[in-house]
């Protein structure tokens, strides 16, 4: 005999809601003869499964008495500007932070194998009782950056390539993706996150929204570098308005690593014409937003507040990139989804036959026979 079961119309609704469907349709679709039974909560344990699996749920959420409340991760602290118990973080935010984080264990699970040291940078700042400036410096020492050579790159994108590079190589990890793994239907909001750190002193983590328009990766990333240096867990908007104390601190961190106040301020004087021209000219030299550079003149004195909040409003409703499917190099956009320096390891662990072609595959979401592909390719990337 099959076995029926009443299950809560309300949880078969949410559950429907999280593939942005309808209980009406996902019951239509399980059962032509009488869907209005699925829709009342009557199923029998077959349909439940199927039910289930079309809802891209766990099959146990099924029999809950209620929608399951907002998912929180004690773990991560929410830096947002928005009100974050108002505008909840999504499943797509949680399903790349759990993408992230499976890499991040598998990777500082490794490096522990190898006998890795801590890196004395996580959290330095913090402990150290660091001021914005100061830590600004240790990221640049750190990361050995070049301004000849970050003043070399054409364009934003071989500017944030320069930079990732500096980052991987002193063992912070870098992930850039506009959309949930690899699914080009499911692009991430710019409006809910531009990224998020993951600081651990053997795998520190950062994440970009690659959603967001170009010329802001490198401040959101920067950003997030210096969560890392404080020691942070979480989630962050990166808003240049933020009123949250450790969002200013890392504004300031990342404002003065990308545009130092004593290049800022002498370019500035060089400049001709009004501001708006002289941040134009600037921000063709730095290649960051012209939001980012417009509130190094607020805070410098070299505009007033008026010019500022229009320079933010025109921001807001241009900011974000109409699409960011991957496109072009189909290998070179596997790097950079996955960390370009995490790719290349589990690449070479595979071919050399240290881990299964299936287990690489599942750490970089791709099919197995691709890894041995990128593999035969990674010379011709970025080390």
Excluded at 84 to 100: G, H, K
Excluded at 334 to 356: E, F, P, Q
Excluded at 362 to 374: D, E, I, R
Aim: charged fraction near 20%; proline fraction near 4%; glycine fraction near 8%.
């Amino acid at each position: 005999m099959t076995d029926i079961l009443s299950l809560s119309p309300e949880v078969l609704d949410w559950a429907a809601s999280q593939i942005g469907g309808s209980l009406e349709g996902i019951a239509r679709t399980i059962s032509k003869r009488a869907p209005e039974k699925i829709m009342a909560g009557t199923l029998t344990t077959s349909q439940a499964m199927r039910f289930a699996a079309a809802a891209k749920v766990p099959f146990g959420y099924l029999f809950l008495q209620a929608p399951p409340g907002p998912r929180i991760r004690p773990e991560l602290v929410d830096f947002r500007t928005i009100n974050s118990l108002s505008t909840p973080l999504s499943r797509d935010f949680f399903e790349v932070y759990d993408d992230v984080k499976f890499k991040q264990v598998w990777y500082k699970d490794f490096l522990e194998r190898e006998g890795a040291e801590p890196l004395d940078f996580v959290g330095q700042g913090r402990r150290q009782s660091l001021d914005s400036a100061q830590v600004a410096e240790q990221i640049r020492i750190a990361l050995r950056l070049d301004r000849v050579a970050m003043g070399k790159a054409s364009t934003v994108e071989e500017l944030f390539s320069y930079l990732s590079a500096q980052i991987e190589a002193v063992g912070i990890l870098v992930f850039k993706n506009g959309i949930v793994g690899n699914n080009t239907s499911r692009p991430l909001s710019v409006s809910e996150f531009r990224g998020f750190a993951i600081s651990d002193p053997i795998a520190p983590v950062v994440f970009i929204n690659g959603r967001d328009a170009p010329a802001a990766w490198m401040f959101t990333l920067m950003h997030e570098v210096a969560h890392i240096w404080q020691g942070d867990i979480g989630v962050s908007d990166a808003a240049t308005a933020s009123h949250n104390g450790d969002e200013k601190f890392c504004n300031a961190v990342a404002a003065e690593v990308l545009v130092p106040s004593a290049d800022f301020a002498a370019m500035w004087s060089q400049a001709e014409g009004d501001s708006k021209a002289r941040l134009n000219e600037l921000r063709r030299h730095f290649k960051v937003s012209l939001l980012v550079l417009a509130r190094r003149a607020l805070d410098f004195g070299y505009v007033g507040e008026s010019l500022y909040r229009e320079i933010y409003v025109t921001s807001q409703k241009s900011g974000a990139k109409e699409n960011d499917a991957g496109g072009g190099n189909f290998y070179a956009t596997l790097a950079v989804r996955n960390s370009r320096k995490l790719a290349k390891r589990v690449a070479s662990l595979a071919t050399s036959g240290n881990i299964s072609l299936r287990e690489a595959g599942q750490l970089l979401n791709t099919n197995p026979n691709n890894v041995v592909t990128f593999y035969e390719k990674q010379r011709a990337l970025p080390a």
